[in-house]
């Protein structure tokens, strides 16, 4: 079981910055992928950015250039660093994680912090 829990979200104006936080706890363990998607009203939840165990990553095609994911493994957080914020990426972000136990993949998700970009 892991438990991810985001922070870091809020109100800001457009071409703002915000970081936000995504602390693992229970059994992080063989984590293979970690991530962050997000979700905006009457919309399908899509892909903000993915790192991968081998340190790759990708972002999702609307962000790229403006944010960048990064990981601490000694405080087992990621982060997502998001800069030059306009409207369109207001939306509930949440967390995710994927660890393989066994030959088995289990995938987990944090509760979402909502990000508002507007004037």
């Known amino acids: 079981q892991v438990q991810l829990v985001e922070s870091g979200g809020g109100l800001v104006q457009p071409g703002g910055s915000l970081r936000l936080s995504c602390v693992a706890s229970g059994s992080p363990f063989n984590i293979d992928a970690m991530g962050w998607h997000r979700q905006a009203p009457g919309k399908q939840r899509e892909l903000v950015a993915d790192?991968?165990?081998?340190?790759?990553?990708v972002y999702g095609d609307s962000v790229k250039g403006r944010f960048t994911i990064s990981r601490d493994h000694a405080l087992n957080t990621m982060y997502l660093q998001m800069n030059s914020l306009k409207p369109e990426d207001t939306a509930v972000y949440y967390c995710?994680?994927?660890?393989?136990?066994?030959?088995?993949?289990?995938?987990?998700w944090g509760q979402g912090t909502q990000v508002t970009v507007s004037s």
């Open positions: 995710v994680v994927r660890r393989i136990v066994r030959g088995l993949s289990d995938t987990y």
């Open positions: 790192i991968f165990a081998d340190g790759n990553r």
